[in-house]
């Protein structure tokens, strides 16, 4: 096993903070210019956050063509979506998965456009989840990836949505998976990481952890998604 110091570890937590600041400002900007507005394509929004982001934070060219943007029955499709016009109705899920793949981490929210209740409570309901999830972890300084997946799933469960994936999280610096048996569980919040959560990797670095809440909501064909570090603020 590695030995790093504690500037290493500070950095490497600044690192993983700077991504998700930037995400956070990203996402501000682009609900309060109205880039996301019924009658534009996902594509159309696609660009415009690329353009934003390269313009106004400085990330790095060669984000056009990229897609960050899901509405509608697409928040419901895994793998690459067809694009398609945004409507006055719509849950709308934001991913800047692929911006931020640099800083080794991930976010994403999930606005509703127009006023319908319960497309305005799927996105209430993310936070709340999510804001429990974080609470439990806090709450157990031993918590197991297997015991995380099990609350959170009960915290869905009260809502009356389903979980839309079959983990909550992953280590930072791990791709999106869809398959657990594809994947090392113990990189993952799911049924089957019976490690603890907090510990040292064999790289030497401690573990640091993306939060993906996924909730669906069968009944009106939508689904939404929550993303952020689990346990750095």
Partial sequence: MATL???????????????QHMAQRLFAHVISARVITPGRSEREVDDRIALIAQEVFGVRAGLVGRRFVRSGPNTLVGGRWPNRVIGGQDVVVL??????APYETGFARTVAVGDGPERRRLVSDLAVVADAARAAFRSDETITGRRLHAETRTLAAETGLTLGSWHVGRLTGTPPATHAETTRPEAFIGPDNDRPLRRTLEEGWRAHWILEIHLVDHRHGNAGVHTELLDLA
Avoid: K, N, P, Y
């Avoid at 991913?95 to 931020?100: C, I, Q, V």
């Fill in 5 to 19: 110091d504690r500037m290493d570890l500070r950095l490497r937590s600044l690192h993983l903070l700077e991504g």
């Fill in 95 to 100: 991913d800047f998965e692929s911006l931020l």
